[in-house]
DNA sequence: AAACCCCGTGGAAACGATTACACCGCCGAT
DNA sequence: ATCGGCGGTGTAATCGTTTCCACGGGGTTT
């Protein structure tokens, strides 16, 4: 592959020369530039990032490590990170966790050692010595919908509280008064916060939350089939199941109709995070919608002033309800 | 961040010791091994992979330029294509070009001035420039799903002749005899072989294939959407439409629900390319499905066999017919 | 006892770019 | 006529590794 010095020779002028005129550097005479973007275009001249990064220590590259692939929301963000970083003259490289500690600090450490200017997260645990290191060694940081507290890295999140107490409120208004919800890991931040503003709203409506309505899922489709098994074997199961992910969601909806109930006639259903899946399955989901683009943009923009030396503050957008039929008909077509 | 030279100071050997210490070279006194990887530890050292590939020229990264992220499809093969590379000491990057044949070269352009060790592409368009001069000039490459004809690459792909032809005899066994198919772009070589196969199965059924029974889409939702409306305000309108790709099938469905009509009852729908989420739709689609994750481990291996000197194969593998409930009830339960 | 080999190590070149610094004309100001 | 400055260019250092070659010393072989 070309280098710079064989455009220099064929141009007849120094590599120092080239790279000037190649970087639009002003003290370069038109009648040079030209020859160089000739020699440069009759080569196929690339330029070689590796040398030029390791010269300029930076790689106009941004590491982006994200729970899990396969589920929508994360997929839905990347591209939204990919867009805005890619305005911005960066490019992403994404590392998929998986839902696994493990690999999620494989994926770390080798965005690290590539030398990415910085570093988006969605952690996956309560954070190894690896993200901790990380984050405390100046790495630039920020952390997009999940967070580790401690870590004093911005974040970059919605609130589901008021969506969330929507939810519970237009469940209490369709007569739902036993309602379960399928949590996530209790090592994530978005594990626990779903749950504590589902308990909050709980309260405020007055309804109990007894602890065997609080299911363990992981964020992934099997778990919701698993906790919500345990919901229907119970004495008395609840009447709408609330899954924190919208895989755990599906995996609730496998097991209630493997059970030959519906839904919402025999469980209402409802789901934290929507895609645009849940407006094709039967019934169409109920879920709470966080503004993952816009989630996307405002990470990047925080990761990048932080690269860029400015300082970076954390943000929170809000989340609100969408309700489809999973939970019972809507209120204007009961009667 | 520490250098080798730190590392070498620290431990008081040369950087030349240092680097074979921490590569396993064998002739290393076990003493010093020790003390090198000691001093390692204590500073945190992280080699430089910039640097690093820089010398060796090769950065065991994979480039992987996909059509659309949001595309279930290749979103899985995206995960099956980093898991293989990852057994094999390899990342991956990816590209997003999002049908977008400019996006595209954008990716290819980064990618190849990161010098990427191979890539893995499936191409969006018939193939710019860039894509045939990439190929030319000897960077390893294979295409998978999509490839380009006429260029010297291997190809990864599943045939879906077979499994397109078990569609068709499904359909006519199920009484529809006016089938539609929605293809997608004339410049992807998926666009085309499925409206060929579709063509021939209908043959052999002596079943016709009118013009305006082949709509014209691009892989996304709204296209399938038009397309199916089109169908919809023929006169005479198809019994049948089988979607040459999920997101265009669920367009389709979008199209015939807002005119209040019924899957399958009204018309049936099939799709190509199964995906987790048909199995929640309402009713569930019945979809050709090709073997992804196998897709993306072939990839991988016949581009690392190019990578690292071998020859490389095509290989194609087969697509199966999983029957659901959107064509009509199935034989079994129909009495 | 001389020659040889091997082991562990260090010195230094190389990878391909960027950029500080020096240089050389030439023009305009004094 | 001399000087200063400036536009255009080249030389060389530098980034952090890997790796070729050389070297010293100890043991083995003759």
Not at 199 to 205: D, G, I, N, S, W
Request: hydrophobic share 45%; proline share 6%.
């Amino acid at each position: 592959m070309a280098s710079i010095k064989d455009v220099a020779a064929r141009s007849g002028v120094s590599v120092a020369t080239v790279s000037r005129a190649l970087n639009g550097h002003p003290s370069v005479s038109p009648a040079t530039r030209e020859r160089v973007a000739a020699a440069a275009a009759a080569l196929g001249y690339r330029p070689n990032a590796v040398a030029r990064s390791l010269r300029t220590h930076q790689t106009r590259t941004l590491g982006l490590v994200i729970s899990d692939v396969l589920n929508p929301f994360f997929t839905e963000l990347a591209r939204a990170v990919e867009d805005a970083a890619r305005a911005l003259g960066y490019s992403v490289v994404i590392g998929n966790a998986d839902e696994d500690p493990q690999l999620q600090d494989h994926h770390m450490s080798t965005l690290l050692e590539r030398r990415i200017d910085g570093l988006l997260v969605s952690p996956t645990d309560g954070g190894s010595a690896l993200m901790t290191d990380a984050a405390a060694s100046g790495t630039p940081m920020v952390f997009v919908d999940r967070w580790i507290p401690g870590l004093d890295v911005p974040v970059v999140r919605a609130d589901g509280r008021a969506a969330v107490r929507d939810l519970v409120a237009h469940l209490h208004s369709l007569g739902h008064r036993r309602l379960a919800i399928i949590a996530g890991p209790a090592a994530t931040t978005t594990g626990n916060e779903r749950v504590d503003a589902f308990r909050e709203a709980m309260r405020e409506f007055g309804l109990p939350l007894p602890e065997e309505y609080i299911g363990q899922g992981d964020f992934r489709a099997a778990s919701g089939r698993r906790a919500t098994a345990r919901f229907l074997d119970l004495p008395e199961p609840p009447q709408a199941v609330f899954a924190a992910d919208n895989l755990m969601a599906l995996g609730a909806m496998d097991e209630i109709r493997s059970r030959g109930l519906r839904v919402p006639q025999d469980v209402a259903l409802a789901a934290f995070d929507d895609i645009a899946w849940f407006v094709h399955t039967d019934p169409p989901i109920t879920a709470v919608a966080q503004p993952t683009a816009e989630l996307g943009h405002a990470a990047v923009r925080a990761l990048i002033d932080r690269v860029e030396g400015r300082e970076a503050a954390s943000v929170t957008l809000s989340a609100r309800l969408v309700v489809r039929r999973s939970c019972g008909e809507p209120e204007g077509s009961k009667r």
